[in-house]
């Protein structure tokens, strides 16, 4: 087919000359009015004021109502002007009548940019198009609502401070001085995007006043003859663009804006913004976002899909894995020479300790809060923030790591798995010598140790107290073969008839003694907690034991022989092999070091039908603090009954000290101390069982 043959269909019809006219192409608004039907123009009504925002490009057009139409209800109009106004209306009455005798219609946005559109008049041939400034919807405002319920909040406020006694001094009060602590980038970004705060900034400018004029009116009519070019707009020069060029006019293509975009909050993302990003920053930036993600949720999120090896690369400069999954390392969420936004530490420090407890959850699913500040030493709210990045709180468990492991990946790329568990390694061994922790292979050995010497001290509680040996496994064969070599050098066996030994008729134990019932068992030097020296020349043991029962005691206040045994076990395994502790702990030195840091040896009346392990309870109410002069009070109290009511100990507090614990808070915390509840009662730690 001829390209003649093929317009034959749409033929030209006519020839329009295009003009743009400049005259209202910075004050023309297209208004449009969504609730009201074209059939119910506004022409016939009266605008009695009009005003606009031109920066916001906000208008409000006032326009009065026929309160003499059939169609308007006279006692629902009274009703509205009586709540908005009041019986006697002031200056500032919104309604001049006693009715509601005027609407106010209110703008709002419809588009974002107008650039695309214009209003065109054809005439004489010529199409003469004006572009517009902005498009707005205008609705009925309903604030006089709001207004009628401020006065009547306004005159109960008022009645009420009428019934109030004139004559009545006020009582004075405290005045609580409060510091406003320094804003931070990341608040101040925040509040800056908030709706309170862009609210304050629309409320702030200031309204203009328009004249307002009828459709018939000579001036609008003046103004309506701007429409059209007057000629001298601009110099028509000859139209020599090529096809392409004017399209690329018409529909020009998008250029990166050098405008700086206003920061959003930390955990706000633009993905408009992200797919404009290099695959290095998307990648940052996401895991700065999300703190922990999949490997197949960011291959979902990066724009444009790209290969997976890229995405690996980028993501192993600024995620490490844990898990299977990975999570954003510490030196991009904290940069160098940054503080913490709520306590101030450094940054090195918070990165060294969000990287331990990342390395907790590569060895567990879960990690507990107080072991981290043990060893960290951060302040709570840091180590929480951190701890809510990648994990939840699991009651009775800890902080569970919050994705489930990743087998899918760790099992599609295992040389990746292996060279993260080498950066783990070495991060380890970093760690170690700044906090001071025990390397792999060192907690590896003093575990086997320790646990090989617990087996050699266990002891057979079934057999009679009385002196018999007690040796381990390897050590009883050893002896066998000792004195098996012995016996054989003494009685070296020959071809005659051995000659007839007796009968060895000595008891193979001392005779009992009810006395030694009362003794520690001790035999080869070991005793029920380890082998026994002598402390009196060791006082280094001493001093040790000391320190380790004043730490427990100040973190529990009470403590039985049994725990203080649990608790030294639990230190063992953590200690390097040789340690002064390893070396043998028994109950009297326990009970010595325990009396000499100040603590007191409870006689306590225990419930008859409970079965307790160790009656042995001493505490410490000493602690340097306010509420040591509670806890004395109800350490006494417990020497007399095993149970107490919450007002029981209120009534003693008065009757002893003339004071009790300012709030519930302080009383809480006392009685959770020193105590356990069970229904009503309160007990003393040690002395009910752990349910």
Not at 73 to 81: F, L, P, R, T
Not at 304 to 309: H, I, N, S, W
Not at 384 to 405: A, D, T
Not at 639 to 648: A, E, G
Request: hydrophobic fraction near 35%; glycine fraction near 4%; charge should be neutral.
């Amino acid at each position: 087919m001829a390209e003649d043959d093929a317009f034959e269909d749409d033929p030209v019809v006519a020839e329009v000359d295009v003009y743009l006219s400049k005259g209202l192409a910075e004050k023309l608004y297209l208004l449009q009015y969504p609730v009201r039907p074209s059939s119910m123009a506004y022409d016939d009504f009266e605008v009695t004021s009009a005003r606009v925002k031109p920066k916001q490009q906000k208008f409000e057009l006032e326009m009065s109502l026929d309160t003499r139409s059939p169609n308007y209800c006279h006692s629902k109009g009274e009703q509205i002007a009586l709540n908005v106004d009041g019986m006697n209306k002031a200056s500032g009455a919104t309604y001049n009548s006693d009715v509601m005798d005027k609407q106010v219609l209110t703008s709002s946005h419809t588009a974002s940019s107008v650039s695309r559109y214009c209003a065109g008049l054809l005439k004489d041939g010529e199409l003469h198009l004006t572009p517009l400034q902005g498009i707005v919807q205008l609705r009925p405002s309903f604030k006089y609502l709001d207004k009628a319920d401020v006065r009547v909040k306004q005159e109960k406020s008022a009645d009420t401070e009428g019934e109030s006694s004139q004559d009545e001094e006020e009582e004075a009060k405290p005045v609580m001085v409060k510091f406003a602590r320094p804003e931070t980038d990341q608040a101040k970004a925040k509040r800056l995007a908030s709706w309170q705060y862009l609210e304050q900034k629309r409320s702030e400018e200031p309204w203009v006043d328009l004249n307002y004029h009828h459709i018939d009116d000579v001036a609008s009519e003046v103004e309506y003859n701007q429409l059209y070019s007057q000629g001298n707009d601009f110099e028509v020069t000859e139209f020599g663009t090529s096809p392409k060029g004017y399209l690329a006019m018409l529909m020009p293509e998008e250029e990166s804006s050098d405008i700086k975009m206003p920061q959003m909050p930390s955990n706000v993302l633009s993905m408009t913004q992200l797919k404009t990003m290099p695959l290095a920053d998307q990648v940052r930036a996401l895991l700065t976002s999300a703190k922990v993600l999949r490997f197949s949720q960011l291959l979902t999120l990066v724009s444009p899909v790209t290969d997976q090896t890229a995405v690996l690369r980028a993501l192993q400069q600024v995620a490490v894995l844990v898990q299977g999954c990975w999570v954003v390392k510490s030196e991009v969420l904290y940069p160098k020479d940054s503080i913490s936004a709520n306590s101030g530490v450094s940054a090195e420090i918070l990165s060294r300790g969000r990287d331990y407890i990342m390395w907790k959850f590569t060895q567990s699913r879960y990690v507990i809060r107080k072991e981290i500040a043990m060893v960290t030493r951060l302040p709570s709210e840091d180590i929480k923030e951190m701890l809510e990045q990648m994990s939840r709180m699991q009651v009775n468990q800890g902080w569970q790591f919050l994705i489930e492991y990743d087998s899918v990946f760790v099992s599609k790329f295992p040389e990746v798995v292996q060279r993260q568990q080498m950066l783990w390694d070495n991060k380890y061994q970093s760690l170690c010598k700044t906090l001071k922790l025990v390397n792999l292979k060192q907690r590896r050995k003093a575990k086997a140790e320790n646990y090989h010497l617990m087996v050699c001290i266990v002891l057979d509680m079934t057999v009679s107290a009385v002196n018999i040996d007690f040796i381990c496994g390897k050590e009883r064969v050893k002896q066998a073969k000792v004195k098996a070599k012995a016996k054989l050098e003494q009685h070296p066996t020959t071809n005659a008839d051995p000659a007839p030994v007796p009968m060895d008729t000595t008891p193979s134990s001392p005779p009992f003694d009810k006395k030694r019932l009362h003794k520690p068992v001790t035999v080869n030097n070991v005793t029920m907690n380890g082998p026994e020296i002598d402390t009196s020349n060791n006082e280094k043991l001493r001093t040790e034991v000391q320190n380790f029962v004043r730490e427990k005691f100040l973190q529990q206040c009470i403590l039985t022989i049994s725990e203080m045994r649990r608790l030294l076990v639990s230190k063992l395994a953590a200690c390097l092999p040789g340690h002064i502790l390893a070396s043998g702990v028994s109950d009297t030195l326990l009970e010595q070091c325990a009396l000499e840091i100040g603590a007191k040896s409870l006689q306590l009346p225990w419930p008859t039908t409970l079965q307790v392990e160790d009656k042995r309870v001493f505490a410490l109410g000493n602690h340097g603090d306010e509420y040591d002069k509670y806890r004395e009070v109800m350490f006494d109290m417990y020497q007399y009954n095993f149970k107490y009511r919450r007002q029981q100990f209120t009534e003693k507090f008065q009757e002893t000290l003339g004071t009790e614990p300012s709030s519930k808070s302080e009383f809480d915390k006392i009685l959770k101390t020193c105590c356990v509840t069970r229904g009503a009662y309160w007990y003393l730690r040690g002395t009910m069982p752990s349910t």
